[in-house]
């Protein structure tokens, strides 16, 4: 069984920092490649950063600079190092593959950027 727990938002002002974590069971993570995602008030969910499976990453342009994914090399969590928040960061974040074919979306964490 699938399981995506996400974890580590919270309340920041701006330009502040959180490091999201995303602690995942039943998948061959290692094999995937993984993002995280996001759904801001009244917005559709957005892709935002992708990891593969040997390392390489991509972002979106609005956290390029600021957001770094990574993920264990021998473990099952996948991380979110946010810098330099901004309101407009504040949505719900998600994990999930990186690619089309999702698994059941996790509950996700709540990140609110004060200004």
């Known amino acids: 069984q699938v399981q995506l727990v996400e974890s580590g938002g919270g309340l920041v002002q701006a330009g502040g920092s959180l490091r999201l974590s995303c602690a995942t069971s039943g998948i061959s993570f290692s094999r995937n490649a993984m993002g995280w995602y996001r759904q801001g008030p009244g917005k559709q969910r957005e892709f935002v950063a992708g990891?593969?499976?040997?390392?390489?990453?991509n972002y979106v342009d609005s956290v390029k600079g600021r957001f770094t994914i990574s993920r264990d090399k021998f473990g099952n969590t996948l991380y979110l190092q946010m810098n330099s928040l901004k309101p407009e960061d504040t949505a719900v974040y998600y994990c999930n593959r990186a690619v089309p074919s999702y698994w059941p979306w996790g509950q996700g964490t709540q990140v609110t950027v004060s200004s």
């Open positions: 990891v593969t499976s040997g390392g390489s990453t």
